[in-house]
C-alpha cells in the first residue's frame, strides 16, 4: 500500500461522515486537495474506500469489541476512518502480516504517532477477533452478514419475503454496462474502435445499445472512444428507461430531474437529434455536467432548464409528446455501486423521498398532451417510492392510465401492478429499478 493511497482513503472517508457525500465525490475533493492525479494511487484510495463504506456497520462492530475503554466515537475522525480501513484489510482483505505492520507504519506518519496511540492496542487485538452475533435478532445478525442496516433488512423482509430478501442483500458486485452512442458513428465501427482500445463486451443485456463489458485494459473514462463520446457508461436499467419512453425523431419531450444528462443523451439518440428535448432540474452543478457530456455525446436538440420540479411554475409552458420524470429517491436500488448510500438513510427517508416524488409527478401531469405519456422510473426498490407514488397519482388523474409498455425484461410490480417492471440486482444483475408508462387519454 502506498502513502499516498492511504491519506487520500482517511481523507475522503472523513469527507464522507462528515458531509455525507459519496464515495466518487469524496474522492475527487480530496484528490484536488491533496493535488494527487496519479491513476493508480487514486485507484487504489478508492478501493479502500469502497471497502470500508460496504462494510460500515461489521467495521465497527469489530472496532467496539477491540476498544477496550475508547468508544469509536469519541475517536479522532481521522483516526476513526484509518481503524476502519484497517480492519477492512486485515479481516476481509488478501493482505500479508508483513503488509498489515506497514500499514500501521504508514498511518503513524500521517496521523502522527501520538494520535494512533488511542488505537495500539486494539490494532493488535483485530487480527485475533470474529464477529460476535450472540444475542443478537435474526434480522441485527443478518444486517451484519450482509453489510446492510437493520431496519433495511427488515424493510426487504416484509416486502419480499425472507429468501427473496437474503439473495437481494447478498448480490455481488454487478456489472458495468455502457451505451454505444449512434449519434457519433455506425454501431459495429464503434465496437471494432472499442475491442481495439481493449474493451471486452457482451452484448447480452437484451436491451439494443446496451453492452455489458467484460474486459477492460484501463478506466473507460480514459480511452479515446470515450473522450469522442462514442459510448457512454449507463447502467441497463437506465437504458430499459429511454427506450420505454420510446420518442420519435421531432417529437417534444420533457425530461424532469435531468442531470447529469445520462437518459437524455440516450433520448437524443433515440430521436436522431430530431425535435426537442426539454431537460429540467434543480441542481447547477449536475446541469453544468449535463451541459459537458451533451457536448461530448454530439447532442443538439436539448435544452438545459433550471428550476425546481415542486414547483408548478418552474415548468416550461409546454404540452410535451412524453414526459420523463427520473426524480430523485433513496437509492435503495444501488447500494452495491454506492454503498456509503446505505449509512445515509433511514426508514423515515422513504417517507419523505414519497412525498416530493408525489409533487413532482403531479407537476408532470398537465405537461403532457392527450394522447401522450408520462414515464416514471426509480432507482429504488420500495414500495413506497414507486407503486404507492403512481397508486396515488392514479387516484387524483382519471385522465391516465397504465400501460404495458416495452422492452420488458423486468418482473411485474408489486400491489398488483402487473404493467409496471421491477428490476433487482440479484436477478437482472443491474441496478434495482421501477419503471411505468403512464398514457393520457
Ligand atoms: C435520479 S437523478 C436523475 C438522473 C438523470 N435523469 C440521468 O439520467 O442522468 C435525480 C435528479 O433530480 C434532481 N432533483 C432533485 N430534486 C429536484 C427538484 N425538486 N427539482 C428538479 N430537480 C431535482 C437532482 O439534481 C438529480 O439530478
Known amino acids: ?33 491533496l493535488d494527487i492525479r496519479d491513476e493508480a494511487i487514486l485507484r487504489q484510495a478508492f478501493r479502500l474506500i469502497m471497502e ?15 476498544l477496550d475503554q475508547e468508544s469509536l466515537e469519541d475517536l479522532n475522525l481521522g483516526v476513526r476512518s484509518f481503524l476502519r480501513i484497517y480492519i477492512s484489510e486485515v479481516k476481509y482483505g488478501d493482505i500479508t502480516f508483513k503488509e498489515v505492520v506497514k500499514m500501521a507504519e504508514l498511518a503513524r506518519e500521517i496521523l502522527g504517532s501520538r494520535e494512533l496511540s488511542t488505537v495500539e492496542e486494539a490494532l493488535d487485538l483485530i487480527p485475533h477477533l470474529d464477529i460476535q452475533l450472540e444475542g443478537f435478532s435474526d434480522d441485527e445478525a443478518t444486517a451484519l452478514r450482509t453489510f446492510h442496516p437493520a431496519w433495511f433488512v427488515r424493510y426487504c423482509r416484509e416486502l419480499l419475503g425472507r429468501e427473496e430478501a437474503l439473495r437481494l442483500l447478498q448480490v455481488p458486485d454487478l456489472p458495468t454496462y455502457i451505451r454505444i452512442n449512434s449519434l457519433k458513428g455506425a454501431e459495429g465501427e464503434i465496437l471494432e474502435s472499442l475491442r481495439r482500445e481493449g474493451v471486452e463486451l457482451e452484448g447480452d443485456s437484451g436491451l439494443e445499445h446496451a453492452f455489458r463489458v467484460v474486459n477492460q485494459t484501463c478506466p473507460l473514462n480514459l480511452l479515446r472512444t470515450y473522450r469522442e463520446g462514442l459510448f457512454t457508461v449507463q447502467d441497463k436499467a437506465s437504458v430499459l428507461a429511454g427506450l420505454v419512453v420510446a420518442p420519435e425523431p421531432g417529437m417534444t419531450v420533457l425530461d424532469v430531474c435531468a442531470a447529469p444528462g445520462i437518459k437524455t443523451g440516450h433520448l437524443s439518440q433515440l430521436m436522431g437529434n430530431q425535435g426537442l428535448i426539454l431537460s429540467l432540474d434543480f441542481s447547477e452543478r449536475r446541469l453544468k455536467i449535463w ?38 429517491c433513496t437509492g435503495t436500488g444501488t447500494f452495491n455501486r454506492v454503498p456509503s448510500g446505505k449509512w445515509r438513510l433511514s426508514r423515515r427517508s422513504i417517507n419523505k423521498m414519497m412525498s416530493i ?85
Open 291 to 328: 451541459k459537458r457530456e451533451m457536448g461530448r455525446l454530439g447532442v443538439e436538440n436539448a435544452v438545459p432548464i433550471r428550476g425546481d420540479a415542486r414547483k408548478p411554475g418552474a415548468f416550461p409552458d409546454v404540452k410535451a409528446d412524453l414526459v420523463l420524470v427520473d426524480p430523485p
Open 1 to 33: 500500500m502506498q502513502w499516498k493511497a492511504l491519506a487520500l482513503a482517511i481523507e475522503a472517508l472523513s469527507w464522507i461522515e462528515l458531509k455525507r457525500i459519496n464515495e466518487r465525490l469524496a474522492l475527487r475533493k480530496t484528490a484536488k486537495q
Open 357 to 441: 416524488q408525489r409533487r413532482i409527478l403531479d407537476n408532470c401531469a398537465e405537461h403532457v398532451r392527450e394522447g401522450g405519456s408520462i414515464v416514471y422510473c426509480t432507482c429504488s426498490i420500495t414500495a413506497e417510492e414507486n407503486e404507492r407514488v403512481i397508486q396515488d397519482f392514479l387516484q387524483v388523474h382519471s385522465e391516465f392510465k397504465l400501460i404495458k409498455a416495452k422492452p420488458r425484461i423486468g418482473l411485474p410490480g408489486l400491489m398488483g401492478q402487473a404493467e409496471a417492471q421491477r428490476l433487482y440486482p440479484h436477478i437482472h444483475r443491474c441496478n434495482g429499478f421501477y419503471i411505468v408508462k403512464l398514457a393520457r387519454s
Open 52 to 66: 470500508v463504506t460496504r462494510r460500515r456497520n461489521a467495521l465497527d462492530h469489530l472496532a467496539a469489541q477491540a
